[in-house]
């Protein structure tokens, strides 16, 4: 029951998002034609083999070339170089748009080099797991999930329309948002978690031998869920940060003074305010159930993750 | 099949834990009778409806007499105040022992008050989720999960090795510890990760409003295994960061030291030092996963926790 909604997409990059966006439009049908771009031939091999793509190149303007819609599905780090290597080679109304976990810094290394005519419309699907590569996605991980779109000035509403179309057949739940406001919200619930998870997996490593051999044997409870928070993709996190500098710091200099806070109380022996916090808190949590929020995603017939 | 391992355990707060202990007790028929105490009537009644407990009281006392093995499962702010209440009613040969995820300071609070001929083993079951109260006890909590005795000079190796047996019908893998030794251990697996969770949600509770309600409806990703982190019990973290001061204030100092250079990195676009981390802190996933500790414990039919 094919419902064809663009006839050539093109991926550039093609890990566990794009893999599993590809997943879904393959279920659907919503595709004639999927092009994968991928640096490494290892991904371009597996691509093919999972049947994610008709064809699979290294040439970002060879993938481009007459697709209706580009998917950036790179660390972010790469979109000014990918924007500028593919933008001789787009067609006319075109749409190209993105999945990057960072927006404003992503709407001013791509809008430069999108020629008259195309349409970029920056998307950010709030979904994914902590593994990486095109074999880790499967076509379900964004059901149910958020999906927020961040227009700018003069963003094409049809181009829009269509993108937020094809989104929603993945089960997403879509959002319009500023992109500076979405790069704080998305500060505070996954940029610095992230980061904090990193640096105490970090402090456990540089621990004495015989301590940090029985923080991984005993990891279980919170330090297990740590560990798995920073599992996630290096490369991708490492573009993160540098992109959401501004709302990150600005993020951990709160967190900062509140941790202190707390160091303060637990070294005064101040049970009352450590209790008083830790009610609080557990309010959120029943505010994030209520949403909906607490779910993660599972990959079909996986007990393990998560 | 009943294997009657002490005839008559009496348990001291029967919450996650203590529940979860009685239900292994009832399956396995390794007691003749329960006894519960607790303090609030709530509790009693539903201790009692769950069949958790033959009799159920609000006094320690009562509870300990005649009992072979008293198990105590309070928040351990309370150890001190109960092992004085149980002192003069416990019977010559009884065993005592506890679940507190400190082990020094509650080893120093329940000695003085154990009388000759009585033996005080200090267990800690390293097993959980964010849920409290006797209805949230399941009898697989503890299955695969390590189960730590920190036996003190003196120690009764007789009375170790019935606690031990007793543990070990729950599926635990048993370990002994020095208990400095074991809180240092903890404060990076267990406390210091809870003690971030809270103060991460706790920042975003202080958030403006508007920011706020987004925070909550966005929580997908890190954010949302924060919050779960964040909604244990207060009383019993409460408790936890109180009594293992010293050690959570060093590591606690560590991570602030580890933070404040990853911040650096992050103001002075340091992509290389942040991505090498990041690795690293990957590769600590994998010992995790290797060594068993990454599937956290799910009550059976739960789909929605972790």
Redesign the interface.
């Known amino acids: 029951m094919a419902d064809i909604l663009f006839n050539k997409i093109a991926f550039i990059g093609i890990g566990l998002i794009g893999s599993s966006l590809a997943r879904v439009i393959r279920r659907d049908g919503l595709a004639d034609t999927i092009v994968a771009c991928a640096r490494t031939e290892q991904t371009r091999k597996t691509a093919l083999e999972l049947d994610l793509a008709d064809h699979v190149t290294a040439d970002v303007g060879e993938a481009v070339t007459d697709a209706d819609l580009v998917v950036i599905c790179t660390p972010i780090?790469a979109y000014g170089a990918i924007a500028e290597a593919m933008s001789a080679s787009l067609k006319p109304g075109a749409i190209i748009c993105d999945v990057g976990s960072v927006k404003r810094a992503v709407i001013d290394a791509v809008t430069p080099h999108i020629p008259e005519g195309v349409h970029f419309v920056p998307c950010h699907p709030?979904?994914?797991t902590?593994n990486s590569g095109p074999e880790s996605g499967f076509d379900t991980l964004f059901e149910d999930?958020?999906m927020?779109i961040t227009p700018v000035a003069g963003s094409n509403e049809e181009a829009i329309e269509k993108v937020a179309d094809l989104w929603c057949r993945t089960g997403s739940k879509i959002e319009r948002m500023d992109p500076d406001h979405h790069d704080?919200?998305?500060a505070?619930?996954?940029?610095?978690?992230?980061?904090?998870?990193?640096?105490?997996?970090?402090?456990?490593?540089?621990?004495e031998d015989r301590?940090k051999s029985?923080?991984?044997?005993?990891?279980?409870?919170?330090?297990?869920?740590?560990?798995?928070?920073?599992?996630?993709d290096?490369?991708m996190?490492?573009?993160i940060?540098?992109n959401n500098?501004d709302a990150?710091?600005e993020?951990?200099g709160?967190?900062?003074e509140?941790?202190s806070g707390?160091?303060r109380a637990?070294?005064d022996?101040d049970?009352d305010g450590?209790?008083a916090?830790?009610?609080?808190?557990?309010?959120?949590?029943?505010?994030?159930i209520e949403?909906g929020?607490?779910?993660?995603p599972k990959p079909p017939g996986d007990?393990?993750n998560?």
């Open positions: 780090g709030i979904a994914g902590e999930r958020w927020i704080q919200v998305l505070i619930t996954s940029h610095v978690p992230h980061l904090i998870a990193y640096t105490i997996v970090g402090t456990a490593t540089d621990l301590l029985e923080v991984v044997k005993f990891a279980a409870s919170g330090f297990r869920d740590f560990t798995r928070i920073a599992a996630s290096p490369v996190w490492r573009d940060f540098l500098k990150v710091l993020m951990l709160r967190l900062s509140d941790l707390l160091q637990i070294r022996g049970g450590l209790e916090l830790f009610a609080r808190t557990r309010e959120i949590r029943r505010s994030v949403a929020q607490h779910i993660p007990d393990i998560d």
